[in-house]
Nanobody
């Protein structure tokens, strides 16, 4: 399984970005996918997750109401729409996929077995 995250960049506070996570070697239609982020000097934290069926989503409190996760099975890609970005959203964003088909979505790092390389998001004030 290979995951390629893209869409990061340098934006100003209040702007929007859409991150993409394209998968190869596995159909995301059967697996939960999560987004995590890691700021310099900090631990990697959960951001959002989507269930394999796309029926359920879950967000960290810090992004709830601003970020939205979605999945396009035809493109085998998961998106993270990020609105009203703030400087505290600055981090490297990673997508991850669980190993077990039809499993529940997870919010912990150790619940995900496959990780992409990450894409940098920088928000200036």
């Amino acid at each position: 399984v290979q995951l390629q995250a893209s869409g990061g960049g340098l934006v100003q506070a209040g702007d929007s970005l859409r991150l993409s996570c394209a998968a190869s070697g596995r159909s995301l239609s059967r697996y939960p996918v999560g987004w995590f982020r890691q700021a310099p000097g900090k631990e990697r934290d959960f951001v959002a997750a989507i269930s394999w069926s796309s029926t359920y989503t879950y967000y960290a409190d810090s992004v709830k109401g601003r970020f939205a996760i979605s999945k396009d099975n035809a493109k085998n890609t998961v998106y993270l729409q990020m609105n009203s970005l703030q400087p505290e959203d600055t981090a490297t964003y990673y997508c991850a996929v669980r190993d077990q088909r039809f499993s529940e979505l997870g919010i912990k790092l150790n619940e995900y077995e496959y990780w992409g390389r990450g894409t940098q998001v920088t928000v200036s004030s």
